[in-house]
């Protein structure tokens, strides 16, 4: 499975990006996708999650109430809608994809928030 995270750029405060997670090599659908981002000089983060089962969606504190994880199985995808951005959400955002002991990560993407 190769994962694949884009859609990231320059924003400024209070603005809005969407991410996207695509897959080749395997169907999303069977997977729990979770997101992650690693700011400069910290250690990597989980930011979200959504099942592969009943779609239950999880977010951490920091992006609850902004940040929106959804799928779009006949796309192959996983999104993240990042709404109110704020400077400290500046990070290479990762998707993983896990289903049992398979686990998988893309490689990143940047988002810069910044005036």
């Known amino acids: 499975v190769q994962l694949q995270a884009y859609g990231g750029g320059l924003v400024q405060p209070g603005g809005f990006l969407r991410l996207s997670c695509g897959a080749s090599?395997?169907?999303?659908?069977?997977?729990?996708i979770g997101w992650f981002r690693q700011a400069p000089g910290k250690e990597r983060e989980w930011v979200s999650y959504?099942?592969?089962?009943?779609?239950?969606?999880k977010y951490a504190d920091s992006v609850k109430g902004r940040f929106t994880i959804s799928r779009d199985n006949a796309k192959n995808t996983v999104y993240l809608q990042m709404n109110s951005l704020k400077p400290e959400d500046t990070a290479v955002y990762y998707c993983?994809?896990?289903?049992?002991?398979?686990?998988?990560w893309g490689q990143g993407t940047l988002v810069t928030v910044s005036s």
């Open positions: 993983n994809a896990q289903r049992g002991l398979a686990n998988y």
């Open positions: 090599g395997a169907s999303l659908d069977y997977y729990a």
């Open positions: 959504i099942s592969s089962s009943d779609g239950s969606k």
